[in-house]
Structure formats: structure tokens, C-alpha cells
């Protein structure tokens, strides 16, 4: 699972440096939330993530993790596409802002499955 975190980590990485880089080129900051997200909760949870499953889990592939990594990545890429549609004014809050608090909680829960994943592994040793 470590590799396919750090991966998918580097997805976002270079997602988020090409839109930094088109905002600073157009002088528009209109999607800096976006950028700011794609950075932290793309990039930056899943490096963290990538890192955990490494250095702590014995790079676990078990059903939990598989679960984890595809709970955290469905909702980070629902969560920056909802707010690159929000910030670029594509859609008003109203529209997106179910959305977006649903693929909020589904990014909470990916974390709350990580510190699940914890735990078993610490009770194993």
C-alpha cells in the first residue's frame, strides 16, 4: 500500500503545482483554496499515509487497508473537485455544499480507518 499512496501522492503533487503555477501566471488566486487542498489533503495525507503503511504497518495489505486507501482517495478527489467547481464559479454554494461536506467526512474517515489500522497492528506485536 506504501507505494501506491506515495504514487498517488505525487498525482496530486503535480496536480496542485500546475494549478499553483497557472495562478500565479494569470495573476487570478481564485483557487487557492483548491490549491491549498490538493497540497494538504492530496498530496500531503496521502505522502503521510504512504509513510505509515512503510515504516509502521509492515506495509499492510489487508482488506482494511485496501478500504482505507480507496475511502481517502474517493473522497479527496470529490472534495478538490468540488471546490475547484466552487471556486471557478461553476456552481453556487448551495449546489456543491452537500457534496462537499459529505467528501469531508469520507476524507475524516479515511483517517479514522488509518488510526483503526493502528491499533490492530499495535495489538499484534
Known amino acids: 500500500m ?3 499512496f ?3 501522492a505525487f498525482g496530486y503533487a503535480i496536480l496542485g503545482l500546475i494549478l ?13 483554496v483548491t490549491h491549498a487542498h490538493i497540497m494538504l489533503v492530496g498530496f500531503l495525507l496521502s505522502f503521510v499515509y504512504g509513510l505509515c503503511h ?8 489487508s482488506t482494511l487497508a485496501r478500504v482505507q486507501f480507496y475511502v481517502h482517495q474517493l473522497g479527496a478527489a470529490v472534495l478538490l473537485l468540488g471546490l475547484f467547481l466552487f471556486y471557478g464559479k461553476f456552481v453556487t454554494l448551495e449546489t456543491i455544499d452537500p457534496v462537499l461536506a ?3 467526512v469520507t476524507v475524516l474517515i479515511g483517517v479514522m480507518l ?3 489500522e ?7 506485536k
Not at 54 to 61: D, E, I, K, P, V
Not at 118 to 124: A, L, N, Q, Y
Open 2 to 4: 506504501d507505494r501506491k
Open 6 to 8: 506515495i504514487l498517488t
Open 20 to 32: 499553483g503555477i497557472f495562478m500565479a501566471a494569470t495573476k487570478d488566486k481564485g483557487q487557492y
Open 54 to 61: 512503510r515504516l509502521w504497518l509492515n506495509n499492510s495489505t
Open 102 to 104: 459529505s467528501a469531508s
Open 114 to 116: 488509518m488510526n483503526i
Open 118 to 124: 493502528f491499533v490492530i497492528s499495535s495489538k499484534r
